[in-house]
């Protein structure tokens, strides 16, 4: 419960989070295939090593598509799920995160 579940692209819904009455409060990222009818485990990275936003749950998710001006006439967009606040081990959060859903690498916006 308390956990996000967004539409992203070729038709998956991607799930960041939640509270497990076994388990606690979770920080796990999971992809469902509509077309295979299948739930997998996403390995999630960071560009900085440790930046990872903490488990939570009670918190805001939206799919966001970045686009960007590449040369010539060509550009490059990005599907991300943006993640905002929620409840941690701390408390209340109040942070902002993107997951760039092609290298499934998390980014902190301060």
């Given at each position: 419960?308390?956990?996000?579940?967004?539409?992203?692209?070729?038709?998956?819904?991607?799930?960041y989070?939640g509270?497990?009455?076994?388990?606690?409060?979770?920080?796990?990222?999971?992809?469902?295939?509509?077309?295979?009818?299948?739930?997998?485990?996403?390995?999630?990275?960071s560009?900085?090593?440790?930046?990872?936003?903490?488990?939570?749950y009670?918190?805001?998710?939206?799919?966001?598509?970045?686009?960007?001006?590449?040369?010539?006439?060509?550009?490059?967009?990005?599907?991300?799920?943006?993640?905002v606040?929620?409840?941690?081990?701390?408390?209340?959060?109040?942070?902002?995160?993107?997951?760039?859903?092609?290298?499934l690498?998390?980014?902190?916006h301060?």
């Amino acid at each position: 419960m308390g956990h996000s579940l967004v539409s992203g692209p070729q038709g998956n819904l991607w799930m960041y989070g939640g509270l497990s009455l076994t388990q606690g409060i979770l920080g796990n990222v999971y992809r469902y295939s509509v077309s295979e009818r299948r739930w997998t485990q996403m390995l999630t990275s960071s560009l900085e090593e440790g930046s990872t936003p903490g488990p939570r749950y009670h918190h805001a998710a939206a799919m966001l598509t970045n686009h960007e001006s590449g040369s010539g006439n060509h550009a490059a967009s990005h599907d991300c799920m943006l993640v905002v606040g929620g409840v941690t081990n701390s408390g209340v959060a109040m942070d902002t995160w993107t997951l760039n859903l092609s290298s499934l690498v998390w980014r902190e916006h301060k």
